[in-house]
């Protein structure tokens, strides 16, 4: 065989898994977060949940970041486990007011502070609170655990 076809293989084979990985993360994310038939489709939620480009990889924006920092403090936690945690931190990794939890609840993107919810804060934190609170971001994994 072609040593270059070798090379091209070679590489093709290292970078499969991480080209196979995004999708379980999007899917997950989706079903945690219940993005699905919400304004928010599967092609953003795909990337720019977590990325500054709707193509995904780098530059990650504020919440992607988060997400990444909760994978170095846990680094034995599994996706959900993780994207929950970074929920019930109630940060605001955008800075736009709005903490991630309200704005994954208000269906608009936490990581980009052009994308905020509507509602006032204290009718998003009201209607949130009624709707189940943080709890609901928990997994189906999550829940059968516990």
Sequence with gaps: MDRRLKFVLWGLLCVAPLALARPVYR????????VEG????????????????????APWNSFGEALKK?????????????????????????EDGYPDVLEVFAKTLPGDANS???RSLAELREAFE?????????????KKAS
């Design 27 to 34: 899917s997950q994310a989706i079903n945690q977060l219940h």
């Design 38 to 57: 919400s304004k928010l489709s599967t092609k953003t939620m795909a990337c720019t949940y977590c990325h500054v480009n709707p193509s995904g990889g």
């Design 70 to 94: 909760g994978f170095r403090e846990n680094p034995k936690a599994k996706f959900d486990e993780v994207l929950y945690l970074v929920l019930t931190q109630s940060e605001d990794s955008d």
């Design 116 to 118: 905020k919810p509507t």
């Design 130 to 142: 009624a709707a189940g609170g943080v709890k609901q971001y928990e997994s189906e994994r999550m």
